[in-house]
């Protein structure tokens, strides 16, 4: 194309303009959905990142009882992603169990939810391993690809509005663990 | 969403794979097109400057994401260095991919290669991306905004724009596009620039549609402003370097 300067000039400045102004109407604004109803913000999206709504699922414990995530709006939730073959997965629960000793009582509760493998052996390993938090069982690993969770353990913390707040892939010490719950607790719903 | 290949008792993922397949194309067709535009001695200078640009690309890609994830990175530093196909960007490649093989390129005195090297750049990378964004889409990343468009995809609960489909598509338009240029022009660098700008224009329209976007101060998606700056580059270089009768067919 043979445009003379000035049509270029005319041209860079309307693009300038134009993208400048799209983007900044199509910026993320998380205030949006309390002065709008629709379209909802982005962030408001249930979605496995920090800052959105955990995803919603529901699923079986070992010990044959229901357990949905929608019902523990409240409280604080380690949503946990593991299996028993994996070895960084066992390194970390004695650290979760001590968190879930210790925090239990304000409001703390942990989901270890178990990638694809049968309630008999989930359930003899967390009684061998005296782990006392609910075990789910993700048998089609529906959850897991809801939460993205191709690298085990992956860890999400749920603040008390059901938010995710922080995301861990692959094993988390102590500190972390608690210091994650620590300032989720002091959080008021 | 198949975010698992099982192979016997190795379970890969989906998106790694397939970022894996398209680097690897990426890489084979860039010395391809530059024997075929530039004969051997082309050839052996991208064959020289690939490996570096690789790496860059991936340093620029997991720092791009760990800048813009700072809250998670600052807190566990290690994972800038964690083999995880998911916490990488696409514009923090384009850059660190473009920088690192300029460098090269001027430490070993090929400066003068740049812009042909650029230009097969542009022609090796769309196929390359399409591999990379049907990873994306298998693995249900880059996940759209809720729409009741009739091509919506179900995810977490909600039909939803399949943008990683449209980046596909988007690469796709772009690789036919500069087919189209390459017939029509032979000014050196018009197909990178060509690139930046339809590259640039995908990244600006499609990013918003996303709402797992990199997200800095107010709210503005990194990748958008990425876009933008790309296609001023772009009609810049033209306003510039207007093309002569010799350049035209």
């Given at each position: 194309m043979t445009f003379s300067r000035h049509i270029w000039d005319l041209l860079l400045v309307a693009t300038l303009l134009f993208g400048s102004v799209f983007i900044w109407t199509t910026r993320i604004t998380p205030n949006a959905a309390a002065t709008t109803?629709?379209?909802?913000?982005?962030?408001?999206?249930?979605?496995?990142?920090?800052g959105h709504p955990a995803p919603e699922f529901a699923l079986t414990a070992v010990n044959g009882s229901q357990v949905a995530l929608?019902?523990?709006?409240g409280q604080v939730v380690l949503i946990n992603f593991w299996a028993t073959w994996c070895p960084p997965c066992r390194a970390e629960m004695p650290a979760i169990q001590q968190a879930y000793d210790r925090f239990r009582d304000q409001g703390f509760l942990v989901l270890a939810v178990n990638q694809q493998e049968d309630a008999a052996s989930v359930a003899k390993y967390m009684s061998e391993q005296r782990l006392t938090f609910p075990a789910l069982l993700d048998s089609d690993a529906r959850v897991s690809t809801d939460y993205q969770?191709?690298?085990?353990?992956s860890s999400f913390f749920v603040d008390r509005r059901g938010i995710i707040r922080a995301v861990y892939r692959g094993p988390m010490s102590r500190g972390m663990i608690e210091g994650a719950i620590e300032q989720l607790i002091a959080e008021t719903p | 969403m198949y975010p698992i290949i099982e192979l016997g008792p190795v379970n890969l993922g989906s998106g790694a794979l397939l970022l894996v397949i398209a680097v690897f194309v990426g890489h084979v067709r860039f010395e391809r097109v530059a024997r075929r535009r530039g004969g051997e001695l082309l050839a052996h200078r991208a064959g020289r400057c690939a490996p570096f640009a690789l790496v860059g690309a991936a340093i620029g890609a997991r720092l791009w994401y760990g800048l813009f994830n700072w809250d998670m990175y600052s807190q566990s530093p290690e994972l800038f260095l964690m083999l995880r196909a998911g916490d990488l960007a696409w514009p923090g490649a384009l850059i660190g991919g473009a920088l690192a093989g300029y460098a090269y390129l001027r430490v070993r005195r090929m400066d003068d290669a740049g812009v042909s090297l650029a230009d097969a750049a542009a022609l090796a990378l769309p196929p390359a991306q399409m591999i990379a964004s049907f990873g994306l889409l298998l693995s249900g990343e880059a996940l759209g905004a809720p729409t009741d468009l009739p091509w919506a995809a179900p995810l977490f609960g909600a039909p939803r724009h399949p943008v990683a489909l449209y980046y596909l598509l988007a690469a796709l338009a772009t690789w036919g596009a500069l087919m189209w240029v390459v017939r029509r022009s032979s000014q050196p660098g018009m197909l990178a620039v060509a690139y930046l700008a339809l590259q640039g224009s995908a990244l600006l329209l499609l990013e918003?549609?996303?709402?797992?976007s990199l997200v800095a101060t107010g709210g503005v998606r990194v990748a958008q402003v990425v876009g933008l700056a790309m296609i001023i580059v772009a009609l810049w270089w033209k306003r510039t370097h207007p093309t002569s009768g010799l350049h035209r067919l």
């Amino acid at each position: 194309m043979t445009f003379s300067r000035h049509i270029w000039d005319l041209l860079l400045v309307a693009t300038l303009l134009f993208g400048s102004v799209f983007i900044w109407t199509t910026r993320i604004t998380p205030n949006a959905a309390a002065t709008t109803p629709a379209p909802q913000s982005a962030v408001a999206q249930p979605a496995p990142r920090i800052g959105h709504p955990a995803p919603e699922f529901a699923l079986t414990a070992v010990n044959g009882s229901q357990v949905a995530l929608s019902d523990l709006r409240g409280q604080v939730v380690l949503i946990n992603f593991w299996a028993t073959w994996c070895p960084p997965c066992r390194a970390e629960m004695p650290a979760i169990q001590q968190a879930y000793d210790r925090f239990r009582d304000q409001g703390f509760l942990v989901l270890a939810v178990n990638q694809q493998e049968d309630a008999a052996s989930v359930a003899k390993y967390m009684s061998e391993q005296r782990l006392t938090f609910p075990a789910l069982l993700d048998s089609d690993a529906r959850v897991s690809t809801d939460y993205q969770a191709r690298v085990l353990p992956s860890s999400f913390f749920v603040d008390r509005r059901g938010i995710i707040r922080a995301v861990y892939r692959g094993p988390m010490s102590r500190g972390m663990i608690e210091g994650a719950i620590e300032q989720l607790i002091a959080e008021t719903p | 969403m198949y975010p698992i290949i099982e192979l016997g008792p190795v379970n890969l993922g989906s998106g790694a794979l397939l970022l894996v397949i398209a680097v690897f194309v990426g890489h084979v067709r860039f010395e391809r097109v530059a024997r075929r535009r530039g004969g051997e001695l082309l050839a052996h200078r991208a064959g020289r400057c690939a490996p570096f640009a690789l790496v860059g690309a991936a340093i620029g890609a997991r720092l791009w994401y760990g800048l813009f994830n700072w809250d998670m990175y600052s807190q566990s530093p290690e994972l800038f260095l964690m083999l995880r196909a998911g916490d990488l960007a696409w514009p923090g490649a384009l850059i660190g991919g473009a920088l690192a093989g300029y460098a090269y390129l001027r430490v070993r005195r090929m400066d003068d290669a740049g812009v042909s090297l650029a230009d097969a750049a542009a022609l090796a990378l769309p196929p390359a991306q399409m591999i990379a964004s049907f990873g994306l889409l298998l693995s249900g990343e880059a996940l759209g905004a809720p729409t009741d468009l009739p091509w919506a995809a179900p995810l977490f609960g909600a039909p939803r724009h399949p943008v990683a489909l449209y980046y596909l598509l988007a690469a796709l338009a772009t690789w036919g596009a500069l087919m189209w240029v390459v017939r029509r022009s032979s000014q050196p660098g018009m197909l990178a620039v060509a690139y930046l700008a339809l590259q640039g224009s995908a990244l600006l329209l499609l990013e918003a549609l996303r709402v797992d976007s990199l997200v800095a101060t107010g709210g503005v998606r990194v990748a958008q402003v990425v876009g933008l700056a790309m296609i001023i580059v772009a009609l810049w270089w033209k306003r510039t370097h207007p093309t002569s009768g010799l350049h035209r067919l």
